[in-house]
């Protein structure tokens, strides 16, 4: 199926200065705007629009046949401007310029008209209004098209080494792969160690291995790799450029500075354990109410024949699931950042029951209660453990969901009153030496290289993907990937997966020698810039936008001056230029202005 | 059978659902070549067919097609549908597979996608993309927006009365066509092969497939998606819109009797997503979930959970004893209600989905020497170091192949298959 260019596609690619003829393809998206737009009537509107000269409907235009509609279209009809009337251009726009780039034309000369976000799904209720609105849209993109110069990508030269900050497992598994795929690699961690929250003792969940094994091996092979340079003890004093080219200001162990440069930038930052309020199930109130990760130290280091804490020998133990987690507004206290963690931490009941299984196993006079809301204990090996522990005769008590237990400290016990679910919501009172409180994940303090990087957070705090399913470990920003707990709560396999992904889309970006960027940048008319300055001031980007002095037909002057790869294409520079010297590529403030006309004329 | 054809690619595929499909783009995306062989007519897996999905509620279509139209426009990407493959085998050279390709009846290179067969054609038959649900033809194109848009005949089904032939404007059914062999030749092999539902007999006191309103919760999605096979939500027995419709969870999973002592990890979600989505679609019914625990794990996914309980979905504790019907087909469930010290009691609702759990799809792996976990599904053999890596070298696994899990999880693990792929190209150099 390879695609060689002939004859016809550079006539093609030639088109666009002909007289425009646009073709226009208004999307069912399977129901989702045809159910509430009139499809047919909008099709219909457009091709007696002016310019227009095919207009089409079809249930999915991002199916192969929507698709092979345009290259067909394009390549036998003359057509040299698409206007594709669908879903929102984040879903399809690069689908559709694919569509464009196959059958020759220069991808750009398209634009995406969203009449489902805006139309069909906003106004269910109102079925002509919707389909009024998207005609009045759907012309609207056409004036924009007819203002449409080809436009080409950016290209950019970039680094061939990737920056992982973080060496826990996800960290070092990013390392392994981008190095095993010819990448040169640094990892930054704050740290003295790698290994992350495994680099310790005790076993971990659900293969039962010895966490800082599962470390070492990882470990081992990352600082025998020559393509790995690891910077322990390091922090990271600021991170400037952009995509195939950021730098990195490395404050090294021995204090000293270095500068890291990289092609792309892979978060591994990872998670902290959850640390419960002072009083919060009586946490930090006595030594008898621990974290799970404190537990699991005091079993590690029990000797074999007693659990003790501060001394005293333990006989029962409570653990308590969803602290820090699934909290609801209202009910719980919220935390340093105002809020309650509303989400899920993924790992706690497997956790816990892992560890509660342990200890009846080492020391099956202990009395083991249990007090969760649902118990969830996913995937094929985790449910095993359930059942264990019900084989191991701990005690179960469910909460109410919108319920929280009360936890007393007596004198020698941790007094612990719950309604329990599982006897017809009594009120259950239960003594224990020991009370565990299982905590949930919460991503590590990183607001310095969130705003480095303006880097886009989830509503939980954690890095917020483009789309969970169809860019998963990608951010907003070009050029920086997510790996691991820094995006939400996984457990360890979960995690590995979730690095190796952001590998092979770290390797795939930096597999040639320049990175493509979208041209929707700010671009300057030096004929009308009269060199006033302003624009600069408005930029929000650093080093995008600045004056310069250069010779413009023959005359020395002040000029506004872009760095492509730096602008976003914003705009805010173009919104205080009066001579409209600045524009944005495919943006334009004329094609703004007719794009007004067209929606303000109906 | 028609002579061997012979192909040779970097990395063969196995199984074009979003894992395949997601492994063939980032491998090929990686610079090397990639065939991907689907026993169905069409490339998508089961993603196509569902309506919804969760946490964003986007429509399945709108993530799958645009994947399904990029792998089939990839350079370096080639898919085999209708084919199945019979064996592997490791070589000194990395593997050889022999596929065969099942006979559509029809001359792929020459047909247009015109539909005229499909429209002439006199034999209505269940349609299993609706899972039973609608009607097909006896030769049609598989749904909407399959790709290839090739129509398959079914030859079992078939008259040969002749009347797609006669209408077909380039003379392409071939009543004739054999099943063709092919031979491929690759480096690495990616299992991508997925999963099935628990089947509806697999509990007989659920009904075991006999009750007519005890739908599957595929047959479900079927109903709730945009483009599906009425439209609208009725349920099967007279076509009525259901006033109240319960799910059952845990239908063939977490249950020891049936052999599945597994949580299937997804129907909590599917349930929680549906109700939400009947709800939307039904305001008026009353839409109940009887569940053990609501495993709402993923990102987002508590979010998703809470949003539903305050739209009034009713959560309810409790385990499903039994499903019985009455006279007008209503079903009846005998639930103990946990809160209410599990007494049993009756309850009747208009349709009763079952939250059907997820079975391996292959469990023999063609041949190739493949560990599996006690359920058949393929074992990591590096679980900590490298998930998917599997115990022959050169053979990766991506998605619900290797275990339930939902499609991000799932779309995680084929991007992680595919750098052990590209990487272990790189370090072969065969």
Same mark, same amino acid.
């Given at each position: ?409 007596? /004198? %020698?016990?941790? *007094? ?6 599982? =006897?017809?919501?009594?009120? !259950?009172? &239960?003594?224990?030496? @020991? ?37 998963? /470990? %990608?951010?907003? *920003? ?6 691991? =707990?820094?995006?939400?709560? !996984?457990? &360890?396999?979960?995690? @590995? ?106 | ?430």
């Amino acid at each position: 199926m390879s695609e060689q260019i002939t004859e016809k596609d550079h006539t093609i690619n030639e088109n666009y200065r002909q007289k425009p003829k646009v073709a226009v393809y208004v999307c069912h998206c399977g129901g989702n705007i045809s159910d509430i737009i009139d499809v047919k009537k909008v099709a219909e509107e457009l091709s007696k629009y002016p310019n227009v000269a095919i207009s089409r409907e079809y249930a999915f235009m991002c199916s192969s046949t929507g698709q092979d509609y345009i290259v067909e279209d394009i390549r036998n009809n003359g057509i040299n401007r698409v206007v594709i009337a669908a879903c929102s251009p984040a879903l399809h726009e690069l689908t559709f310029r694919g569509a464009l780039s196959r059958a020759g034309l220069n991808p750009y000369l398209y634009e995406h008209v969203n009449i489902r976000e805006q139309a069909s799904w906003v106004h269910k209720n109102d079925k002509e209004g919707a389909t009024l609105k998207a005609i009045s849209l759907t012309k609207a993109g056409v004036e924009k098209i007819l203002r449409q110069d080809p436009l080409n990508s950016i290209r950019v030269e970039a680094v061939r080494g990737v920056a992982i900050i973080g060496g826990g497992i996800a960290g070092m598994r990013s390392a392994l792969s981008c190095a095993d795929n010819g990448l040169d690699v640094s990892i930054m961690e704050k740290s003295g160690s790698l290994g992350g929250n495994l680099n310790r003792k005790g076993k971990v969940y659900p293969s039962g291995k010895e966490a800082f094994e599962i470390a070492n091996e990882l470990s081992k092979k990352v600082l025998s790799n020559p393509k790995i340079k690891v910077y322990l003890n390091s922090e990271i004093s600021f991170i400037g450029g952009y995509v195939g080219n950021f730098q990195l200001n490395v404050k090294k162990s021995d204090g000293k500075f270095e500068k890291v440069k990289a092609g792309a930038i892979i978060m591994a930052t990872g998670f902290s354990h959850y640390k419960p309020q002072k009083g919060e199930y009586g946490f930090g109130l006595a030594d008898r109410v621990v974290t799970l990760p404190e537990f699991e130290n005091l079993l590690e280091n029990s000797g074999e024949k007693a659990l003790e804490i501060s001394g005293k020998k333990v006989s029962s133990v409570a653990f308590m699931h969803c602290v820090g987690s699934r909290q609801i507004d209202g009910i719980d206290a919220p935390g340093k950042n105002g809020k309650v963690n509303e989400y899920c931490s993924r790992i706690c009941c497997g956790s816990i029951i892992s560890s509660a299984n342990r200890l009846k196993e080492k020391f099956p006079e202990i009395s083991v209660f249990d007090i969760y809301t649902d118990m969830r204990t996913y995937g094929m090996e985790h449910e095993k453990y359930y059942k264990k522990a019900s084989e191991n005769d701990i005690i179960f008590f469910r909460r109410p969901l919108e319920e929280r237990p009360k936890v007393e400290i007596g /004198v %020698e016990k941790v *007094n612990i009153k719950t309604k329990d679910v599982l =006897t017809m919501n009594e009120e !259950m009172e &239960i003594e224990a030496d @020991l009370l565990v409180l299982g905590t949930g994940m919460e991503p590590n303090d990183i607001s310095d290289l969130v705003e480095y990087l303006k880097l886009p957070r989830s509503s939980d705090g954690f890095l917020q993907e483009v789309h969970p399913k169809l860019r998963p /470990v %990608e951010v907003a *920003n070009n050029g920086i990937f997510l790996a691991g =707990t820094a995006q939400g709560p !996984m457990d &360890i396999k979960e995690t @590995l997966q979730a690095a190796n992904t952001a590998s092979v889309k770290a390797a795939a970006l930096l597999s040639s020698p320049d990175i493509p960027l979208d041209p929707f940048v700010a671009v300057v008319d030096e004929d009308k810039c009269t060199g006033c300055g302003l624009c600069p001031k408005e930029c929000s980007y650093e080093g995008a936008l600045i004056m310069i002095e250069k010779d413009v037909k023959g005359k020395k002057k002040k000029v506004a001056s872009v760095n492509p790869a730096l602008c976003k294409g914003c705009g805010a520079c173009a919104a205080v230029c009066e001579p409209r010297a600045i524009n944005v590529a495919g943006w334009t403030l004329d094609q703004f202005d007719a794009m007004v006309e067209a929606i303000a004329k109906e | 059978m028609s002579e061997n054809k012979e192909f040779v690619c970097d990395s063969l595929i196995i199984g074009s659902g979003i894992a395949g499909m997601q492994a063939a783009l980032d491998i090929g995306d990686a610079g090397y070549n990639v065939i991907m062989v689907e026993k169905s007519p069409s490339i998508g897996g089961k993603m196509i067919s569902l309506s919804k999905v969760f946490p964003t509620l986007d429509c399945a279509s709108c993530i799958t097609t645009p994947k399904m139209a990029a792998s089939s426009h990839h350079p370096r990407v080639k898919a085999f549908t209708y084919s199945e493959v019979e064996k592997i085998e490791k070589t000194n050279e990395g593997f050889e597979a022999e596929i065969i390709k099942k006979p559509r009846f029809v001359i792929e290179s020459e047909c247009i996608s015109c539909k005229k067969c499909e429209e002439s054609c006199p034999v209505h038959l269940e349609d299993e993309f609706e899972f039973g649900l609608g009607v097909k033809k006896a030769i049609s194109i598989p749904f909407t927006n399959a790709i290839p848009q090739l129509p398959v005949l079914d030859e079992s089904k078939c008259i040969r009365c002749a009347a797609c032939a006669r209408v077909c404007p380039k003379d392409c059914i071939d009543y004739l066509q054999k099943p063709e062999k092919i031979k491929i030749k690759a480096k690495t092999i990616i299992l991508a092969t997925g999963y099935e539902i628990t089947p509806m007999t697999a509990k007989k006191e659920y009904g075991g497939g006999r009750l007519i309103n005890v739908i599957s919760s595929l047959q479900a999605e079927r109903l709730l998606a945009p483009h599906g096979p009425y439209g609208k939500v009725l349920r099967p027995s007279d076509g009525k819109i259901p006033d109240s419709i319960a799910y059952v969870q845990c239908a063939g999973s977490r249950d020891e009797s049936i052999g599945i002592p597994y949580c299937s990890r997804v129907c909590c979600m599917y349930a929680v997503k549906q109700a939400m989505l009947l709800s939307g679609s039904l305001p008026l019914s009353e839409i109940t979930i009887y569940y053990m625990d609501i495993r709402a794990f993923g990102k987002g996914y508590e979010q998703f959970y809470n949003q539903a309980r305050a739209m009034g979905i009713n959560f309810v504790k409790a385990k499903v004893a039994k499903i019985t019907e009455d006279q007008e087909h209503n079903v009846i469930l005998r639930i103990d209600k946990q809160e209410e010290g599990s007494v049993p009691m009756e309850v009747k609702h208009d349709m009763v989905v079952l939250s059907q759990g997820l079975l391996p799809s292959n469990k023999n792996f063609f041949g190739l020497n493949i560990e599996k976990n006690e359920y058949d599904f393929v074992a990591s053999s590096k679980p900590d170091f490298s998930p998917a890596l599997t115990s022959t070298e050169g053979v990766f696994t991506a998605g619900t192949a290797c275990g339930p899990k939902d499609i991000p999880d799932t779309i995680m693990e084929a991007g992680s298959a595919a750098m052990e792929a590209v990487n272990y190209l790189k370090s072969v150099k065969i």
